[in-house]
């Protein structure tokens, strides 16, 4: 019974924008969280708060390169790995050079 519930709270007739509602309609979606906007008894969008849609994003981007790494780790080999400090000689790249660059913060 909850998620019947739940499903017409998230539940916006596309008529209620129509009828000068979408203020009150997007302060709620701020408030309690997504909700889907119907018309013709079929969804026809998904409102969310920009930060909601920020954190689906950044979820989305952190599985994508997760999963990257996963596949190139499944093709390591330590034998093909190079030093840094070989790499650096390969390509000419001295100590002196990198001292001008700012620090690289990772994640």
């Known amino acids: 019974m909850a998620s019947v519930v739940s499903?017409?709270?998230?539940t916006v007739p596309i008529s209620q924008f129509n009828r000068g509602l979408a203020g009150k309609i997007f302060d709620e979606v701020k408030k309690y969280g997504a909700k889907v906007v119907?018309?013709?008894?079929m969804a026809e969008c998904v409102l969310l708060s920009p930060e909601e849609y920020m954190r689906m994003?950044?979820?989305?981007?952190?599985?994508?390169l997760c999963a990257l790494a996963e596949a190139r780790m499944e093709h390591f080999d330590a034998e093909k790995t190079i030093s840094f400090d070989d790499m650096n000689r390969k390509l000419g790249i001295k100590?002196?050079?990198?001292?001008d660059f700012d620090e690289v913060e990772l994640e």
């Open 7 to 10: 499903a017409i709270n998230n």
């Open 38 to 41: 119907m018309k013709n008894n």
């Open 57 to 64: 994003i950044d979820e989305i981007e952190d599985a994508r």
């Open 95 to 99: 100590e002196e050079d990198l001292t």
